[in-house]
């Protein structure tokens, strides 16, 4: 099993076939990635695999958390956001990737 790394890609690069080559014209950039249990990364894709496993950088992590005031019963949200240098994501907690905005 090998992870696909930015500094492999080639000429012709940008086509899409399947799923994972979306992924892979991501490689080196700046990714959106939301996660099971209401956590989101915001940051470099250095690496990924075929299970979605993926080594960033500079990664912004930001953290929901939903509770209930016992008094009012309202909904409170609150975020938490860190800051990570590296960070290795695994690839079942993973929901979604986006891409970063391109522009044609």
Same mark, same amino acid.
């Given at each position: 099993?090998? /992870?696909? $790394?930015? !500094?492999?890609?080639?000429? $012709? &690069? !940008? #086509? *899409?076939?399947?799923?994972?080559?979306?992924?892979?014209? !991501?490689?080196?950039?700046?990714?959106? #990635?939301?996660?099971?249990?209401?956590?989101?990364?915001?940051?470099?894709?250095? $690496? =990924?695999?075929?299970?979605?496993? /993926? #080594? /960033?950088? @500079?990664?912004?992590?930001?953290?929901?958390?939903? @509770?209930?005031?016992?008094? &009012?019963?309202?909904?409170?949200?609150? %975020?938490?956001?860190?800051?990570?240098? /590296?960070? =290795? *994501?695994?690839?079942?907690? #993973?929901?979604? *990737? !986006?891409?970063?905005?391109?522009? %044609?």
């Amino acid at each position: 099993e090998t /992870m696909a $790394a930015g !500094s492999q890609q080639g000429g $012709a &690069t !940008s #086509v *899409v076939e399947e799923p994972l080559d979306l992924i892979r014209l !991501s490689l080196d950039e700046r990714i959106y #990635v939301k996660l099971r249990h209401d956590r989101e990364l915001r940051g470099k894709l250095h $690496a =990924f695999d075929q299970h979605l496993n /993926m #080594v /960033m950088g @500079d990664v912004e992590e930001t953290i929901t958390t939903y @509770d209930i005031d016992e008094e &009012t019963y309202e909904e409170i949200i609150k %975020t938490t956001k860190r800051q990570v240098e /590296m960070l =290795f *994501v695994r690839g079942d907690a #993973v929901i979604l *990737v !986006s891409p970063p905005l391109r522009t %044609t």
